[in-house]
C-alpha cells in the first residue's frame, strides 16, 4: 500500500512538473528559473525575515486598527466587553493562522489563499475554490485599505478641529484628505520598491513606539494631572450593553468582529513569498510573531486607554470624527495633549496605508498572472525597472479612489463596503482551509511547518467552524431598533460581490486553468523558491 501510494505521488509529480513547464513553455535543466507558483521569478527577493515580520506588524498594526473603531466596540459590552471580545477573536484567528500557515509553507506563493485553495480544491474543485478565494481576498484587501484611508483622513480633520471649537467636519474635508493619503502611500509603494525593506522595518519601529507611548502616557498623565483613574470594576466587570440586543450573549460574539478587525490578517505576509527567499520557513515565523506582537501591544493598550477614561458618556456622545481624541484628551488633559497622541496613530497608520497597497498590488497581480481578472495581460505586468506589480498598485490606488467618492455621497454606502471586508476575507480562507480538511489533509505535500497528527485537524475544523458561524452573525444589524443608518448591510454587499465574482466566472471557466501545484524536488524551481 505504502508503496503505491509513492508510486502514485510520483506520478502525479511528474503529471504537475510538465503541466508547468507545457505553460512557459521551458523544459527541466532550463536556465528559466520558476517558483512555487509555477510562474517565472520575476521580482527581487529583497526582503529579509526581519523586513517581512516588519511587513506583518505594520498591516496588521492591530492597536491602531482597533483605536480606531473603539467607540463603537464600546457598544458591545462596555471596557469589559472589548478585552475580552479581543482576547476570544484572537484565540480563533491563532487558530485560522496557523492552519494558513501551514499551507504557507507547503505552497509558498504570491497568491496566497487564492493558490491553496486552487491546489487543495483538486482537479474538480480547486479551479471554482481558487478563483472565488482569489476574488474575495483581494476585494477584502481592497475594502481594508479604503478603511484604512477612511480613518487616517478622519485623524486629520479631527486634528484640524482639535483647537477650533466651532469647526464643524464635512464630508468633503475627509474626501480631500482620503484622496492626498491614498496616492501618497501608492506612490511610495510604485516608486521606491528597493527601498520598501528598510521602510517596513522604520515603520515596525514607529508602531511600536506609538504603542509604547500612548501606554505610558494614559498610565502616568491623569495621575500628573491629579484626575481619578476608572475603577477597577468599569475596566474588567461592568458589562454595559448600548447595542439594543436582548441577550448579552449574541452581544458578546457580535463584538468580537471589532477584535477581528484589529488581529484578522494572518494572510498578508503571504503575498511576499516571492520577495523573501526560504519562504516556506520564513513566512510562517512571520506569521506567528505578527499575531504575538499584536496581541501583546493591543492588550496592554487597551488596559490602558480604559482606566484614563473618567466620563464615558462623553467619549460616546463625542462630535469628533476620530473620537479616540476624547479619551486622549481626558487622559492627558489637554487639547495638545490629545493631538500628540492622535498624531502617534496618524503616523502609525499612515505606514500601514503603504503596506496596505502592498499587499493589494501583489494580490491583484498574482490573481491576474492566471487570467483572473479583466485585462489580466495589463496587470499581470512586472515593472521592468522597478520590479513591482506597477499596473495593477495604481488599479487599487484607483479603485480606492472611487470608494472615497462614494464617501461624499452616502457614509452609510461606504461603511457598507468597507464593513465586508473582514467577513470576505474570511470566506477567503474558508475556501482554502475547508478543501484542504475535505480531502484528507493529503491534497499538498507538507513544508517544514506542518500540524501533523490530531493537532492539525483539530486546528482545521475549529477554524472553518469559527468562520461559518461566526460570517453568519457578523451580517446581522450593529444594534436594535434597525433602520436604514444602522443597519448592516454587510450581507447585501457579500451576495452582490459574489454574484459578480460568480458571474465572470462563467464567462472565463473555459479559458482558465488556475495555478498549478509545483512539487517541492522540482528541478525547475529557483534555489531560494522553497
Known amino acids: 500500500m505504502a508503496e503505491n501510494a509513492q508510486e502514485k505521488l510520483a506520478e502525479e509529480k511528474t503529471i504537475v512538473s510538465y503541466q508547468v513547464s507545457s ?27 526581519l523586513s517581512l515580520l516588519a511587513f506583518g506588524v505594520v498591516n496588521n498594526n492591530c492597536w491602531t486598527n482597533l483605536a480606531g473603531s473603539l467607540v463603537v466596540a464600546i457598544s458591545n459590552g462596555g471596557p469589559p466587553g472589548v478585552i475580552y471580545e479581543f482576547i476570544t477573536a484572537c484565540i480563533f484567528y491563532f487558530l485560522i493562522s496557523a492552519s ?16 491553496y485553495a486552487s ?3 483538486g482537479k474538480t474543485y480547486g479551479r471554482v475554490c481558487g478563483w472565488f478565494a482569489g476574488w474575495w481576498s483581494f476585494l477584502a484587501i481592497m475594502f481594508g485599505a479604503a478603511a484604512l484611508s477612511s480613518i487616517i483622513s478622519n485623524q486629520v480633520v479631527t486634528m484640524y478641529g ?29 516608486f521606491m520598491n528597493r527601498l520598501l525593506p528598510m521602510i517596513e522595518k522604520l515603520s515596525m519601529v514607529i508602531i511600536l513606539m506609538g504603542c509604547l507611548v500612548t501606554i505610558l502616557v494614559c498610565a502616568f498623565m491623569p495621575k500628573v494631572n491629579g484626575v481619578p483613574y476608572a475603577s477597577r470594576d468599569f475596566v474588567w466587570k461592568d458589562w454595559k450593553n448600548a447595542t439594543g440586543w436582548s441577550s448579552n450573549g ?74 479616540l481624541t476624547e479619551i486622549y484628551r481626558q487622559a492627558t488633559g489637554s487639547a495638545g495633549g490629545a493631538l500628540g497622541l492622535v498624531l502617534l496613530i496618524f503616523f502609525s497608520s499612515f505606514v500601514n496605508l503603504i503596506s496596505a497597497y502592498i499587499t493589494a498590488g501583489r494580490t491583484y497581480w498574482a490573481i491576474s498572472r492566471d487570467g ?48 465586508s471586508a473582514m467577513i470576505t476575507s474570511t470566506l477567503s480562507f474558508l475556501a482554502a482551509i475547508l478543501p484542504h480538511l475535505l480531502s484528507g489533509r493529503k491534497s499538498v505535500e507538507p513544508g517544514p511547518f506542518w500540524m501533523g497528527g490530531w493537532l492539525g485537524w483539530v486546528v482545521n475544523v475549529v477554524s472553518c467552524g469559527y468562520i461559518v458561524v461566526f460570517a453568519v452573525i457578523f451580517c446581522f444589524p450593529f444594534s436594535m431598533p434597525v433602520h436604514a443608518s444602522n443597519m448592516n448591510y454587510a450581507s447585501l454587499m457579500i451576495g ?30 529557483a534555489r531560494d523558491a522553497i
Open 100 to 115: 494558513i500557515a501551514e499551507l504557507a509553507s507547503a505552497m509558498p506563493s504570491s497568491g496566497g489563499v487564492y493558490h
Open 23 to 49: 505553460s512557459l513553455d521551458i523544459e527541466e535543466g532550463s536556465a528559466l528559473a520558476i517558483n512555487a507558483s509555477g510562474h517565472l521569478q520575476e521580482t527581487w527577493r529583497h526582503f529579509s525575515l
Open 162 to 190: 482639535l483647537f477650533r471649537p466651532d469647526f464643524e467636519p464635512q464630508s468633503w474635508h475627509v474626501l480631500v484628505c482620503y484622496i492626498i493619503l491614498t496616492w501618497m502611500g501608492c506612490c511610495t509603494v510604485l
Open 496 to 525: 452582490g460581490m459574489s454574484l459578480f465574482v460568480a458571474t465572470w466566472w462563467f464567462v472565463k471557466k473555459g479559458q482558465y486553468k488556475g495555478p498549478q501545484f509545483v512539487p517541492r524536488d522540482s528541478d525547475m524551481l
Open 250 to 323: 449574541f452581544v458578546f460574539t457580535a463584538g468580537m468582529l471589532n477584535g477581528a478587525y484589529g488581529i484578522g490578517t494572518p494572510d498578508l505576509v503571504t503575498h511576499l513569498a516571492e520577495e523573501i527567499p526560504r519562504p516556506s520557513i520564513n513566512v510562517p515565523k512571520a506569521i506567528l510573531y505578527q499575531n504575538l506582537i499584536g496581541f501583546i501591544s493591543t492588550f496592554f493598550f487597551l488596559i490602558a486607554i480604559f482606566y484614563a477614561i473618567n466620563d464615558l458618556d462623553a467619549v460616546i456622545n463625542s462630535s469628533a470624527s476620530f473620537p
Open 119 to 121: 491546489v487543495c480544491g
Open 372 to 419: 483572473v481578472t479583466p485585462f489580466s495581460a495589463v496587470f499581470a505586468k512586472i515593472h521592468p525597472g522597478q520590479k513591482n506589480p506597477f499596473n495593477a498598485t495604481v488599479f487599487c490606488a484607483c479603485v480606492s479612489t472611487v470608494l472615497g467618492c462614494v464617501y461624499v455621497g452616502s457614509v452609510t454606502a461606504f461603511n457598507a463596503f468597507v464593513s
